[in-house]
């Protein structure tokens, strides 16, 4: 009980963090309203009691906090003018939200209600995870070796989406666009 | 590390990073190589090795970092990781018939050397999640230098 209204008060607070970044002018305080959200969501999943995850939520919200302010400590920080935005962006996003939650009506009631055939699958792997696989960590156990292709899945995503960025940021674009620039100052 | 005087930050964030990068790389081997007995595996403990080397970008600079790993070794890393994880896969196929099998002796719990082939699967996406995220920070770093360059 005392856990729920523990997780309850983070979540007022992680709210509270969420509308100062969106509402907030300075890009700095954006940026650091964002990772009070973060560390607050590794906090809950301590309460939760999930170390792994917790640990993995920090090092990878320090990770995405050094890049963000790095990226945004020279930029020039007062405020983001408004510009016109594309009438047909806005009808796209609600059109296909909308689509989303149509179907995921119609999928989330083929499911069981929650929690009601509560951790049947769980409860095998923790009976059985320490006789087939070996590893008293049973969250590894099951991502390594029950989940193993998932996980291969996971690693397959990241190398294919750091390659996209690396042929976005690749040297031949970025010397043409520094000509470009370099020809838009001098007229 | 070599010391240079005209790069960098300051001589107080230089002589914190020399303390503690140790201590970091040391605990991300940690982390990796105890992941199926304690809390954490391959990703936290390679981005915390990926963060020791963001830390010596920010504090010496980019030259120094690049003298220690360079920007293709760690791309062939990050390439090796990703291929070692796809040949353990098939190495478990061809014991068993089943892909990414568990082929190396279970041990006796709570050993390091226990657990079969996980640990080498921790060791395979560490080299893959660390080293790629140094080098996705080097190519900002320097696409940022460039852009800065040209505002001047």
Do not use: C
Not at chain 1, 67 to 94: A, F, G, P, Q
Not at chain 2, 88 to 98: A, D, E, N
């Amino acid at each position: 009980m005392e856990t729920i209204i523990i997780l309850h008060i983070l979540l007022v607070f992680m709210i509270i963090g969420s509308i100062i970044t969106i509402e907030i002018k300075n890009m700095l305080s954006a940026v650091i309203a964002i990772g009070s959200v973060g560390f607050i969501l590794s906090i809950m999943f301590l309460f939760l009691g999930a170390p792994d995850i917790a640990i993995t939520q920090v090092i990878v919200e320090i990770l995405s906090l050094i890049i963000l302010i790095r990226s945004t400590i020279n930029v020039d920080n007062v405020s983001i003018e408004k510009k016109e935005e594309h009438v047909l962006s806005n009808r796209t996003t609600l059109i296909f939200v909308g689509v989303i939650l149509v179907f995921a009506w119609f999928a989330f009631r083929s499911l069981p209600p929650f929690g009601e055939p509560l951790m049947r699958i769980s409860n095998y792997y923790l009976n059985n995870g320490l006789r087939d696989v070996g590893a008293t960590n049973f969250v590894t156990s099951v991502i390594l070796d029950y989940r193993a292709y998932d996980t291969f899945g996971e690693a397959m995503v990241l190398f294919v989406s750091i390659s996209g960025a690396f042929a976005i940021l690749r040297r031949w674009k970025r010397e043409q666009h520094k000509d470009f620039l370099r020809i838009d100052r001098e007229h | 590390m070599k010391k240079k005087k005209n790069s960098g930050m300051t001589f107080i964030v230089k002589n914190i990073t020399n303390v503690m990068v140790g201590f970091m790389l040391v605990f991300g081997a940690y982390i990796v190589l105890y992941g199926h007995i304690t809390p954490g595996g391959g990703f936290p403990g390679g981005v915390m090795i990926a963060l020791a080397y963001i830390l010596i970008t920010l504090a010496y600079g980019r030259k120094v970092v690049e003298s220690m790993v360079s920007g293709m070794a760690g791309s062939i890393a990050d390439d090796f990781g990703a291929l070692a994880f796809l040949i353990l896969g098939l190495i478990g196929l061809w014991f068993s018939g089943k892909f990414l099998f568990n082929f190396l002796p279970k041990g006796t719990p709570f050993n390091l050397f226990s657990a079969g082939s996980i640990i080498l699967y921790n060791l395979a996406i560490t080299l893959k999640v660390g080293m790629s995220l140094y080098i996705v920070f080097l190519a900002l770093s320097i696409l940022q230098r460039v852009v800065t360059e040209v505002e001047k």
